[in-house]
């Protein structure tokens, strides 16, 4: 049984600073971890200590998913997720698609962008929908 409770606990956090979590640049404080990866700027991935968290407790709860199959067969494209795609996506997608966001620091910037936009926080919106909607 999945404990969503404790992936949307950090909810709260990304309404409130989600661009903050994960970022190219400079640590703005102890809390951030400083990465080897570099963009095309020369700026250093930095991650909150709160993001890793975030990533770890996300990846624990939702482990066994295979999301590329889901996100296939949903025909989401994480580049191209809007508000529209995400309205229409069940728990399984969304579950999919917070494990792909997680996956793809490992090769490129998707969920660093999304925290940006703050498509990262819909999806996290969308989830507590759902996840109040089961209940």
């Given at each position: 049984m999945t404990n969503y409770e404790e992936i949307l606990a950090y909810l709260p956090a990304l309404q409130d600073h989600a661009?903050?979590?994960c970022y190219y640049g400079e640590p703005a404080d102890d809390s951030y971890e400083e990465y080897d990866a570099v963009n095309e700027e020369g700026k250093s991935l930095v991650m909150?200590?709160?993001c890793n968290e975030m990533n770890e407790t996300i990846a624990a709860d939702?482990?066994?998913?295979d999301y590329p199959s889901v996100l296939a067969k949903a025909s989401v494209?994480?580049?191209?997720?809007?508000?529209?795609?995400?309205?229409?996506?069940?728990l399984d997608t969304v579950c999919a698609i917070l494990?792909?966001?997680?996956?793809?620091?490992s090769e490129g910037d998707v969920?660093?962008?999304?925290l940006a936009s703050g498509m990262f926080t819909k999806v996290m919106e969308h989830l507590q929908n759902?996840?109040?909607?089961k209940a």
């Open positions: 661009s903050k979590f909150s200590l709160e939702l482990q066994g998913i494209d994480l580049e191209t997720l809007n508000e529209d795609t995400l309205k229409g996506a069940d494990l792909a966001y997680i996956d793809s620091l969920m660093i962008d999304a759902l996840v109040k909607e």
